[in-house]
């Protein structure tokens, strides 16, 4: 039986950032390219993976769609950070992206790239730099990580991003700021002191263009307040991650908030104007999830990005999850969600099933990287770092990809299996330290014990079980006898 696993692309593929959009009978997913055990953000060419919409267990690789090398700005800027795609009215298709140099540093002060080409995921190529009237690069507000829409024929480009001076007010009196420049936004303190204000260079802006998809019709604007405290928005403030979804009449706003684990949405009758803000739809950490407090995050958290799609009738959100201890080898995920009459989305409960359309069957050889919690009690949260402390990740050698630096007290889970007539669970482990894998259906409900003694391969050892028929999460928890490294590699069910 066919079925599709979170992630759901190759476990050596790491393409964060997604934009779901269907394009005729097929689903792209457009993101940046993070590189397996990464040193900084984004640092491969565009790659398109799609799927038959009526299949999505069946993703193919379509292959490179554009080079950093094709931009004019390269090398000086060599990473391409989130891209979204549009069709304009004459069929062909718009990729808008921005570049930035390692770690974000000379990013984020635009302009904002245009490549086109005749199909969602040929061979694209560079058409230039959306732009002011007079030719001049369009570089209002921070230019940073485009999302756009064809609103009936209207071109609009969403972008932006915030740092939350609210929370700093004495920010620009910090000695090594002042007089500096401030390059993470390519302008100096003077200036952003000055537009401050009047407005401000942060927070979600909306720009449209014209039917060239290049020259601005209209001077950008804001769309949601950039003062936060006491509006709706003061508990989840836009962060980044700007993308839009027109469902009716209205308009969704997601974005990736300041928590930087959740893609939040707001929604509007309008597109630039009046957003309320909805709630959130999904934490890379299930944080918020039945109340789940940050500090019982159930992943290492970080950086997220992503946004909704109706594919075949049924509504999803693409994000992605953290891998290798770092913010730089993210991996594409997606849930099923669910927009109710009133047009409110309910958070949603990450698993390793999302796309499958139904638990997983309790039957044949699973890999350990699909697991959706991965966490010791105390995982970090993620940002623009790579750690250097031990903690259990998804991880990956010249061969295998596998769960790495298991530890006392380590939960891994997936969600959800269906346990029919389940009689027998094997686990492939490696490594230096000793103790027992507690194999539970709930978090503390036991029902095998898996022995780990040291071995420089991988070896499989086996334990019969005894589980009621049913869907039931799978946890095995890590208790420890001897200190050692501990690695994963898979895990089997036998009937």
């Given at each position: 039986m066919k079925q599709i696993f979170n992630p759901f692309l190759p476990l050596n593929e790491c393409i964060p950032d997604g934009e779901p959009h269907v394009f005729g009978d097929r689903v792209y997913l457009f993101g940046s390219h993070d590189k397996e055990d990464g040193e900084t953000f984004c640092m491969l060419d565009y790659t398109v993976y799609s799927a038959p919409v009526t299949d999505l267990k069946d993703w193919r690789c379509e292959g490179v769609i554009y080079r950093a090398s094709q931009d004019?700005?390269?090398?000086?800027?060599?990473?391409?950070?989130a891209p979204d795609v549009m069709q304009g009215s004459d069929g062909r298709y718009y990729l808008y992206y921005c570049m930035s140099g390692k770690d974000g540093h000379g990013g984020y002060f635009g302009p904002i790239s245009v490549a086109v080409c005749d199909t969602p995921a040929g061979k694209y190529e560079y058409l230039g730099y959306v732009r002011n009237p007079d030719g001049t690069p369009m570089q209002d507000y921070v230019c940073?990580?485009?999302g756009v829409i064809n609103d009936n024929g209207v071109y609009r480009i969403y972008y932006g991003t915030q740092?939350?001076?609210?929370?700093?007010?004495?920010?620009?009196?910090?000695?090594?700021?002042?007089?500096?420049?401030?390059?993470?936004?390519?302008?100096?303190?003077?200036?952003i002191v000055s537009m401050a204000k009047k407005d401000s260079v942060m927070g979600p802006s909306m720009v449209v263009v014209g039917e060239d998809m290049l020259t601005i019709v209209d001077?950008?604007?804001?769309?949601?307040?950039?003062?936060?405290?006491?509006?709706?928005?003061?508990?989840?403030?836009?962060?980044?991650?700007?993308?839009?979804?027109k469902?009716?009449?209205?308009?969704?706003f997601i974005y990736s908030s300041q928590q930087n684990h959740e893609l939040c949405y707001a929604t509007s009758k309008y597109p630039d104007r009046d957003f309320k803000f909805g709630g959130t739809i999904v934490s890379n950490g299930d944080v918020g999830y039945n109340g789940r407090t940050e500090k019982d995050r159930l992943n290492m958290t970080g950086t997220t990005h992503g946004s909704i799609e109706n594919?075949?009738?049924?509504?999803?959100?693409?994000?992605?999850r953290l891998t290798h201890k770092s913010d730089y080898s993210r991996q594409a995920c997606a849930e099923k969600i669910i927009i109710k009459e009133d047009g409110s989305i309910d958070q949603v409960e990450i698993t390793s099933c999302g796309l499958n359309g139904g638990p997983l069957v309790g039957e044949g050889t699973y890999p350990a990287g699909i697991c959706c919690n991965l966490t010791n009690g105390h995982m970090p949260h993620g940002s623009n770092r790579k750690y250097d402390f031990a903690f259990p990740h998804v991880a990956n050698d010249e061969k295998d990809r596998f769960i790495a630096e298991i530890?006392?007290?380590t939960l891994i889970g997936y969600k959800y299996f269906d346990c029919r007539d389940v009689k027998r669970i094997s686990v492939s482990l490696r490594g230096t330290g000793k103790g027992v894998?507690?194999?539970?259906?709930?978090?503390?409900k036991e029902i095998a014990r898996i022995f780990m003694n040291p071995s420089e391969d991988w070896v499989e050892v086996s334990a019969d079980v005894v589980v009621e028929n049913g869907v039931h999460p799978l946890y095995f928890i890590y208790e420890e006898e001897a200190a050692g490294e501990v690695e994963m590699l898979s895990f089997s069910l036998a009937k």
């Open positions: 004019p700005d390269y090398p000086n800027r060599q990473y391409m950070y940073f990580d485009p740092y939350n001076f609210e929370e700093e007010p004495d920010f620009f009196e910090r000695e090594d700021l002042i007089g500096a420049e401030i390059s993470m936004f390519g302008k100096s303190r003077e200036e001077k950008p604007r804001h769309i949601i307040p950039v003062k936060v405290k006491g509006t709706d928005f003061e508990e989840h403030p836009f962060y980044e991650a700007s993308s839009m979804r469902i009716g009449d209205t308009y969704y594919i075949h009738g049924e509504w999803y959100v693409f994000f992605h530890e006392d007290n894998f507690r194999v539970c259906i709930e978090e503390n």
